[in-house]
Protein backbone atom coordinates (compact mmCIF):
# COMPACT_ATOMS: atom_id res chain seq x y z
CA UNK A 1 0.00 0.00 0.00
CA UNK A 2 1.66 3.36 -0.96
CA UNK A 3 0.75 6.42 1.66
CA UNK A 4 1.07 9.76 0.18
CA UNK A 5 2.15 12.47 3.02
CA UNK A 6 1.56 16.38 2.05
CA UNK A 7 1.91 19.41 4.97
CA UNK A 8 1.88 22.64 4.85
CA UNK A 9 -0.20 23.72 1.78
CA UNK A 10 -1.02 27.37 2.97
CA UNK A 11 -3.57 28.07 -0.07
CA UNK A 12 -1.26 26.82 -2.44
CA UNK A 13 -4.21 25.71 -5.32
CA UNK A 14 -1.40 25.29 -8.01
CA UNK A 15 1.39 22.92 -6.11
CA UNK A 16 -1.45 20.89 -4.81
CA UNK A 17 -3.35 20.30 -7.45
CA UNK A 18 -0.02 19.12 -9.00
CA UNK A 19 0.75 16.86 -6.12
CA UNK A 20 -2.73 15.71 -6.40
CA UNK A 21 -2.18 14.88 -10.05
CA UNK A 22 1.66 12.98 -8.82
CA UNK A 23 -0.05 10.96 -5.98
CA UNK A 24 -3.18 10.13 -7.79
CA UNK A 25 -1.53 5.93 -7.66
CA UNK A 26 -1.14 6.18 -3.97
CA UNK A 27 -3.85 4.38 -2.15
CA UNK A 28 -4.55 7.00 1.03
CA UNK A 29 -3.82 10.41 0.91
CA UNK A 30 -2.34 11.75 4.75
CA UNK A 31 -2.04 15.68 5.47
CA UNK A 32 -0.34 17.18 8.60
CA UNK A 33 -2.31 20.24 8.86
CA UNK A 34 -1.73 23.87 7.85
CA UNK A 35 -4.67 23.77 4.86
CA UNK A 36 -5.60 27.30 5.65
CA UNK A 37 -8.97 27.67 4.35
CA UNK A 38 -11.90 26.04 3.54
CA UNK A 39 -11.60 25.83 -0.21
CA UNK A 40 -8.38 23.67 0.09
CA UNK A 41 -10.39 20.79 2.02
CA UNK A 42 -12.57 21.12 -1.20
CA UNK A 43 -9.71 20.48 -3.73
CA UNK A 44 -8.46 17.63 -1.55
CA UNK A 45 -11.46 16.09 -1.53
CA UNK A 46 -12.17 16.55 -5.50
CA UNK A 47 -8.42 15.43 -6.78
CA UNK A 48 -8.47 12.59 -4.66
CA UNK A 49 -10.87 9.32 -4.50
CA UNK A 50 -9.46 7.51 -2.18
CA UNK A 51 -9.32 7.54 1.43
CA UNK A 52 -7.62 11.41 3.09
CA UNK A 53 -6.96 11.94 6.54
CA UNK A 54 -6.66 15.54 7.95
CA UNK A 55 -5.20 16.99 11.15
CA UNK A 56 -5.15 20.55 11.83
CA UNK A 57 -2.12 22.97 12.29
CA UNK A 58 -1.97 25.93 13.70
CA UNK A 59 -2.82 28.16 10.76
CA UNK A 60 -6.33 26.61 10.18
CA UNK A 61 -8.48 29.19 11.13
CA UNK A 62 -11.64 28.32 10.16
CA UNK A 63 -12.69 25.17 11.60
CA UNK A 64 -16.19 25.40 11.37
CA UNK A 65 -16.28 25.97 7.53
CA UNK A 66 -13.08 23.64 6.93
CA UNK A 67 -15.67 20.70 8.82
CA UNK A 68 -17.99 21.95 6.96
CA UNK A 69 -16.59 21.79 3.28
CA UNK A 70 -15.15 17.84 4.57
CA UNK A 71 -18.63 16.58 5.14
CA UNK A 72 -18.76 16.94 1.22
CA UNK A 73 -16.89 13.87 0.87
CA UNK A 74 -17.44 10.37 2.36
CA UNK A 75 -13.88 9.33 1.95
CA UNK A 76 -12.32 12.45 3.62
CA UNK A 77 -11.66 12.43 7.54
CA UNK A 78 -10.88 15.45 9.74
CA UNK A 79 -9.49 13.40 12.59
CA UNK A 80 -8.71 17.35 15.23
CA UNK A 81 -5.16 17.71 16.07
CA UNK A 82 -4.33 13.90 16.35
CA UNK A 83 -5.12 11.08 14.36
CA UNK A 84 -4.27 7.09 15.25
CA UNK A 85 -4.55 4.79 12.21
CA UNK A 86 -3.69 1.23 11.10
CA UNK A 87 -2.85 0.69 7.81
CA UNK A 88 -1.99 -2.15 5.95
CA UNK A 89 -0.66 -3.50 9.65
CA UNK A 90 1.32 -0.33 10.01
CA UNK A 91 0.32 1.47 12.94
CA UNK A 92 0.62 5.59 12.01
CA UNK A 93 0.48 9.04 13.69
CA UNK A 94 -0.18 12.36 12.70
CA UNK A 95 -0.46 15.37 14.07
CA UNK A 96 1.33 19.17 13.41
CA UNK A 97 4.28 19.43 15.33
CA UNK A 98 7.42 17.96 15.72
CA UNK A 99 7.72 17.49 19.29
CA UNK A 100 4.77 15.92 19.45
CA UNK A 101 6.20 13.69 16.98
CA UNK A 102 9.47 12.57 17.94
CA UNK A 103 7.26 12.28 21.57
CA UNK A 104 5.35 10.06 20.04
CA UNK A 105 7.62 8.36 17.85
CA UNK A 106 9.72 7.57 21.63
CA UNK A 107 6.77 5.53 22.68
CA UNK A 108 7.63 2.65 19.97
CA UNK A 109 3.63 2.46 20.01
CA UNK A 110 4.25 3.43 16.01
CA UNK A 111 5.40 1.95 13.04
CA UNK A 112 5.40 5.29 11.16
CA UNK A 113 4.59 8.97 12.66
CA UNK A 114 4.06 12.39 10.43
CA UNK A 115 3.94 15.54 11.14
CA UNK A 116 4.61 19.35 9.67
CA UNK A 117 4.76 22.14 10.96
CA UNK A 118 8.45 23.97 10.57
CA UNK A 119 8.07 23.13 6.50
CA UNK A 120 11.56 21.26 6.94
CA UNK A 121 11.62 18.14 5.21
CA UNK A 122 12.84 14.96 7.39
CA UNK A 123 12.51 11.20 7.28
CA UNK A 124 14.32 9.86 10.04
CA UNK A 125 13.97 6.49 12.37
CA UNK A 126 13.74 6.31 16.31
CA UNK A 127 14.06 2.50 16.77
CA UNK A 128 11.80 0.99 14.40
CA UNK A 129 9.82 3.88 13.53
CA UNK A 130 10.11 5.94 10.12
CA UNK A 131 9.54 9.62 11.42
CA UNK A 132 8.32 11.46 8.31
CA UNK A 133 7.97 15.52 7.96
CA UNK A 134 6.96 15.70 4.09
CA UNK A 135 7.94 19.39 4.06
CA UNK A 136 5.79 22.02 2.22
CA UNK A 137 3.33 21.90 -0.45
CA UNK A 138 3.29 25.34 -0.17
CA UNK A 139 7.24 25.61 -1.39
CA UNK A 140 7.08 29.45 0.10
CA UNK A 141 9.67 29.08 3.21
CA UNK A 142 12.21 25.85 2.19
CA UNK A 143 12.12 26.92 -1.76
CA UNK A 144 11.09 23.72 -2.43
CA UNK A 145 7.51 22.11 -2.42
CA UNK A 146 7.96 18.39 -1.57
CA UNK A 147 5.80 15.00 -0.35
CA UNK A 148 6.32 12.38 0.53
CA UNK A 149 5.42 8.28 -0.14
CA UNK A 150 5.44 5.69 2.31
CA UNK A 151 5.45 2.18 1.62
CA UNK A 152 3.76 -0.50 3.77
CA UNK A 153 5.11 -2.96 2.21
CA UNK A 154 8.62 -2.16 2.65
CA UNK A 155 8.60 0.85 5.13
CA UNK A 156 10.38 2.92 3.00
CA UNK A 157 9.46 6.32 2.84
CA UNK A 158 10.86 8.57 -0.16
CA UNK A 159 10.40 12.07 -0.90
CA UNK A 160 9.49 13.20 -3.69
CA UNK A 161 9.13 17.02 -4.92
CA UNK A 162 7.52 19.02 -7.11
CA UNK A 163 7.93 18.51 -11.40
Not at 25 to 49: M, N
Not at 89 to 107: D, M, Q, T
Request: proline content about 2%; glycine content about 10%; charged content about 20%.
Amino acid sequence: MLIAIISDIHDRRDHLATVLDQVSGADLLICCGDLCSPFIVVQLGEGFRRPIHVVFGNNDGDLFRISQQANRFSHLTLHGEFAELTCDGKRIAVNHFPEIARALAASDRYDLVCYGHDHQHAITVDGDTVIVNPGEVYGGLSGTASYVVYDTATGVAERRDLD
